[in-house]
């Protein structure tokens, strides 16, 4: 049988463990071996009852935070001894995040916090930058607002520019915890097409956490996290 | 501009009232110690430049005499325990041409004269009044004690039969230039002197006492043919004249004192209140540090969840930390600049409204560049220095507790 990391898939998990405060009398298991894969071009919901581990996982998916126990391969490399700038910079190209709140910096333009992923890996801005950002805004459909201040755009348009963010780098992964958790119906609407979009016409690859059914429905396959297991895809 | 200064640029401006009272803050701390260092260094400028208006950097003196025992007493002679300390007559520099010669080779000095000083009296009709005579060689000696910048009426001329006068000796012995004077040496030796010019030292006993005639007609008057009592010397270093002193002494075998030596109290003066400066300093700097460091752990708070986001889309530890050690030195830098503006214009200010009685200025201004260089990067080394505890807690911020807030 070939190993999950042989098999060509952006994310592999094997046996993924995550306690809390290990080693003390505390101590709290709240992954309990999670094995899991994602194909490349795959639009995957990940659903599961408030405080099953959802968000846990998903922080070691994104590389936030480490496994107690277990491997995570991005694209095949093993992530489990790499060192922080070794992560951070695997991060940087490879993992795209939207959350339920955009958290765009206020101190920047709409069109600046799209050009922050390529700015940190780069340092200096350049005009190619510039021109790739004002393209994912297009696509967005919010060229008039580029260079408007984060904090003056809607929650929407807000959730838009963070999307747009997180494909700067045209990462194999986006991940995205409760997108649409925020806004209204017409806007959540939007918003996950645009996702949809940038998975249909990019090969993005995605990990959708959410809560919303209707929104599970809709995308290619579920996973359900439920007290710190996964149970199987629920279609 | 990199990622850090374009970040470190905008979180500042974004919370610009914040920025806006720390910048205040090191610019008032700056503004007092450039107010308080111009000032200072005007005043000890003045002050020593007062000082040495008068007098050689260093002056080179005959040894005193001092009593000899007596050797070889024959026996049953008993003398009293008590040696009397022996007069100082008028005495000449041995070998004086020599020890002038070999000065003037050395590169630390500048100007090498010789002087005559004796004791007189200048007498006109029934006044008379006791002088101070120093003989001079006028070319030279004017560039250690610049007389000709203080001569109110006549010409710095002296020929054997001149003499420049105080303008306080010329009134109590109403002389003015071209009359002339008696002057009548301890020596008894009488010479008929005119008034060539008169000077104002800004000093009545110097004024009064003070008197310049040609080396020679001092040598004749003090009975000191070909002798001189005193090599007068100015150094280029004003402040290594002890330095350049104790070589003099070591190379000639002649004693030579610095001003430094002779005016000790004014030195001591002058370094207490340097330390006191110093002092002042250190504590505004610590201020300056305070003030920073408090503005940038509050801001590392408000902008944890920017920082959380930063760090998911892939900044380093390193970069968020040069981002907060930035802030520190834009903020230290721009204080320092606005204090260096701020107390350069408040000494401005107080030079030209608190004047002498006269209306003339209290002392002249004297402010040098590297003052702004030096509080400039002291405040930024300050800065940096006060943002290095938020920055490292910026750094080591976790991303998933950051952005959760």
């Given at each position: 049988m070939r190993s999950v990391a042989e098999s060509g898939h952006i994310l592999t998990l094997e046996q993924v463990t995550k306690t809390y405060a290990?080693?003390?009398?505390n101590a709290l298991e709240v992954l309990h071996g999670i094995d899991m894969a994602l194909d490349r071009g795959e639009f995957v919901a990940l659903v599961g009852p408030s405080g099953s581990g959802k968000s846990t996982l998903l922080n070691i998916i994104g590389l936030l935070d480490r496994p107690t126990t277990g491997r995570l391969l991005i694209r095949g490399a093993d992530?489990?001894?790499?060192?922080d700038a070794a992560l951070t910079a695997l991060r940087n190209e490879s993992i795209g995040f939207v959350f339920?709140?955009?958290?765009?910096?206020?101190?920047?333009s709409a069109i600046e916090n799209v050009m922050m992923p390529m700015l940190l890996k780069h340092e200096f801005p350049t005009e190619a930058m510039r021109t790739r950002a004002g393209e994912l805004l297009a696509d967005m459909g919010l060229s008039a607002w580029?260079?408007?201040?984060?904090?003056?755009?809607s929650g929407g348009q807000q959730q838009r520019v963070a999307i747009a963010r997180a494909l700067a780098m045209s990462p194999a992964l986006i991940l995205a915890d409760?997108?649409?958790?925020?806004?209204d119906t017409h806007s959540a609407d939007s918003v996950f097409e645009m996702l949809k979009k940038a998975n249909t016409e990019l090969g993005t690859t995605f990990l959708i956490v959410t809560h919303n059914e209707a929104l599970a429905e809709r995308c290619d396959r579920t996973l359900e996290v439920v007290d710190g297991q996964l149970t199987s895809a629920v279609h | 501009m990199p990622f850090e200064c374009i970040t470190a640029l905008r979180f500042l401006k974004e919370g610009r009232m914040q920025t806006l009272a720390i910048v205040s803050g090191v610019a008032i701390g700056v503004g007092v110690i450039v107010f308080m260092s111009a000032m200072l260094t005007s005043l000890q400028g003045n002050f020593v430049k007062r000082v040495l208006m008068a007098q050689a950097h260093i002056q080179i003196l005959p040894p005193e005499e001092s009593a000899r025992p007596l050797r070889g007493l024959a026996s049953g002679i008993i003398y009293a325990n008590v040696i009397q300390r022996p007069t100082q007559r008028l005495r000449s520099i041995d070998q004086w041409q020599t020890i002038i010669a070999q000065l003037r080779?050395?590169?630390?000095?500048a100007v090498v004269t010789p002087t005559v000083s004796a004791a007189a009296l200048a007498v006109r009709g029934n006044a008379s009044r006791s002088i101070t005579l120093t003989g001079i060689d006028g070319d030279d000696y004017f560039r250690i004690v610049r007389i000709p910048e203080y001569i109110?009426?006549?010409?710095?001329r002296l020929t054997s039969n001149d003499i420049i006068i105080g303008s306080e000796l010329a009134r109590q012995l109403g002389v003015s230039v071209g009359d002339k004077l008696n002057v009548i040496a301890a020596s008894s030796t009488t010479r008929s002197l005119t008034v060539s010019a008169v000077f104002d030292l800004g000093n009545k006993g110097a004024n009064e006492r003070s008197t310049f005639v040609a080396l020679r007609t001092a040598q004749s008057l003090a009975a000191l043919?070909?002798?001189?009592t005193s090599i007068d010397m100015t150094v280029h270093d004003l402040y290594a004249a002890e330095v350049v002193a104790q070589s003099v002494s070591a190379s000639t075998g002649v004693k030579a004192e610095s001003w430094i030596v002779t005016n000790a109290q004014l030195f001591s003066t002058l370094s207490a209140q340097e330390m006191s400066f110093t002092t002042i300093q250190g504590f505004v700097a610590l201020s300056v540090a305070f003030g920073v460091a408090s503005v940038l752990i509050v801001s590392v708070i408000q902008r944890s969840q920017d920082i959380g986001i930063l760090r998911a889309m892939g900044a380093t530890q390193y970069q968020m930390l040069r981002v907060f050690l930035l802030q520190g030195a834009i903020l230290g830098g721009l204080g320092a600049a606005a204090g260096s503006a701020l107390g350069i214009g408040a000494l401005s200010v107080f030079h030209a409204v608190v004047r002498l009685q006269d209306g003339s200025e209290l002392f002249p201004l004297s402010v040098r560049a590297s003052l702004f260089v030096w509080s400039i990067s002291l405040a930024t080394i300050t800065g940096v220095v006060a943002a290095a505890l938020p920055a490292v807690t910026a750094a080591r911020l976790d991303p998933v507790d950051a952005i959760r807030g």
């Amino acid at each position: 049988m070939r190993s999950v990391a042989e098999s060509g898939h952006i994310l592999t998990l094997e046996q993924v463990t995550k306690t809390y405060a290990l080693g003390r009398p505390n101590a709290l298991e709240v992954l309990h071996g999670i094995d899991m894969a994602l194909d490349r071009g795959e639009f995957v919901a990940l659903v599961g009852p408030s405080g099953s581990g959802k968000s846990t996982l998903l922080n070691i998916i994104g590389l936030l935070d480490r496994p107690t126990t277990g491997r995570l391969l991005i694209r095949g490399a093993d992530t489990s001894a790499m060192n922080d700038a070794a992560l951070t910079a695997l991060r940087n190209e490879s993992i795209g995040f939207v959350f339920q709140q955009s958290y765009l910096l206020s101190a920047f333009s709409a069109i600046e916090n799209v050009m922050m992923p390529m700015l940190l890996k780069h340092e200096f801005p350049t005009e190619a930058m510039r021109t790739r950002a004002g393209e994912l805004l297009a696509d967005m459909g919010l060229s008039a607002w580029a260079d408007h201040p984060a904090s003056n755009l809607s929650g929407g348009q807000q959730q838009r520019v963070a999307i747009a963010r997180a494909l700067a780098m045209s990462p194999a992964l986006i991940l995205a915890d409760e997108p649409t958790g925020n806004l209204d119906t017409h806007s959540a609407d939007s918003v996950f097409e645009m996702l949809k979009k940038a998975n249909t016409e990019l090969g993005t690859t995605f990990l959708i956490v959410t809560h919303n059914e209707a929104l599970a429905e809709r995308c290619d396959r579920t996973l359900e996290v439920v007290d710190g297991q996964l149970t199987s895809a629920v279609h | 501009m990199p990622f850090e200064c374009i970040t470190a640029l905008r979180f500042l401006k974004e919370g610009r009232m914040q920025t806006l009272a720390i910048v205040s803050g090191v610019a008032i701390g700056v503004g007092v110690i450039v107010f308080m260092s111009a000032m200072l260094t005007s005043l000890q400028g003045n002050f020593v430049k007062r000082v040495l208006m008068a007098q050689a950097h260093i002056q080179i003196l005959p040894p005193e005499e001092s009593a000899r025992p007596l050797r070889g007493l024959a026996s049953g002679i008993i003398y009293a325990n008590v040696i009397q300390r022996p007069t100082q007559r008028l005495r000449s520099i041995d070998q004086w041409q020599t020890i002038i010669a070999q000065l003037r080779r050395r590169a630390d000095i500048a100007v090498v004269t010789p002087t005559v000083s004796a004791a007189a009296l200048a007498v006109r009709g029934n006044a008379s009044r006791s002088i101070t005579l120093t003989g001079i060689d006028g070319d030279d000696y004017f560039r250690i004690v610049r007389i000709p910048e203080y001569i109110t009426a006549g010409e710095p001329r002296l020929t054997s039969n001149d003499i420049i006068i105080g303008s306080e000796l010329a009134r109590q012995l109403g002389v003015s230039v071209g009359d002339k004077l008696n002057v009548i040496a301890a020596s008894s030796t009488t010479r008929s002197l005119t008034v060539s010019a008169v000077f104002d030292l800004g000093n009545k006993g110097a004024n009064e006492r003070s008197t310049f005639v040609a080396l020679r007609t001092a040598q004749s008057l003090a009975a000191l043919n070909g002798g001189v009592t005193s090599i007068d010397m100015t150094v280029h270093d004003l402040y290594a004249a002890e330095v350049v002193a104790q070589s003099v002494s070591a190379s000639t075998g002649v004693k030579a004192e610095s001003w430094i030596v002779t005016n000790a109290q004014l030195f001591s003066t002058l370094s207490a209140q340097e330390m006191s400066f110093t002092t002042i300093q250190g504590f505004v700097a610590l201020s300056v540090a305070f003030g920073v460091a408090s503005v940038l752990i509050v801001s590392v708070i408000q902008r944890s969840q920017d920082i959380g986001i930063l760090r998911a889309m892939g900044a380093t530890q390193y970069q968020m930390l040069r981002v907060f050690l930035l802030q520190g030195a834009i903020l230290g830098g721009l204080g320092a600049a606005a204090g260096s503006a701020l107390g350069i214009g408040a000494l401005s200010v107080f030079h030209a409204v608190v004047r002498l009685q006269d209306g003339s200025e209290l002392f002249p201004l004297s402010v040098r560049a590297s003052l702004f260089v030096w509080s400039i990067s002291l405040a930024t080394i300050t800065g940096v220095v006060a943002a290095a505890l938020p920055a490292v807690t910026a750094a080591r911020l976790d991303p998933v507790d950051a952005i959760r807030g």
